[in-house]
């Protein structure tokens, strides 16, 4: 779950974490970063289907970012924590809101899971 890819980017020590982080890596056109945000099995909610794992949640950040898209924070609601999971939620500005479902990892920092970034839109 927990790899070397987190040593070079900040990690995220509570589940709102993730939504920011996002945002500043998106902007960036840290793609790398952008999958350091998921657990090595993750799974991302895309129009077409789902990526699933490290490598098919890269592709898919590397075809989003492709054409320097720019990300705006959206508000994003405290999360709803039982235990070792975290429901996270950002309402976007354009009305949408994306939904995460994110694990705490034996160090205690914080990884998505699971990512449905647009619904309602």
């Known amino acids: 779950m927990h790899d070397d890819r987190l040593r070079r980017h900040e ?3 509570a589940p ?3 939504g920011r982080m996002f945002v500043e890596r998106a902007n ?6 952008l999958v350091a945000l998921y657990e090595a099995d993750a799974v991302l909610a895309l129009p ?3 990526a699933t794992g ?3 949640i890269r ?4 075809h989003l970012l492709a054409d320097k898209p720019t990300f705006t924070p959206g508000e ?3 999360a709803l924590v039982n235990g070792d999971l975290a ?8 009305g949408a809101v994306t939904v995460e479902v994110a694990r705490r990892q034996p160090d205690g920092t914080w990884l998505w899971a699971v990512d449905q970034p647009n619904i309602l839109g």
Request: cysteine-free; proline content about 3%.
């Open 54 to 56: 490290t490598q098919q």
């Open 11 to 13: 990690a995220a020590t």
């Open 16 to 18: 709102e974490d993730l």
């Open 76 to 78: 994003q609601q405290p």
């Open 48 to 50: 077409t289907g789902q």
């Open 59 to 62: 592709q898919a950040y590397e």
């Open 87 to 94: 429901l996270t939620s950002t309402r976007l500005t354009d």
């Open 28 to 33: 960036a056109g840290d793609v790398a970063g």
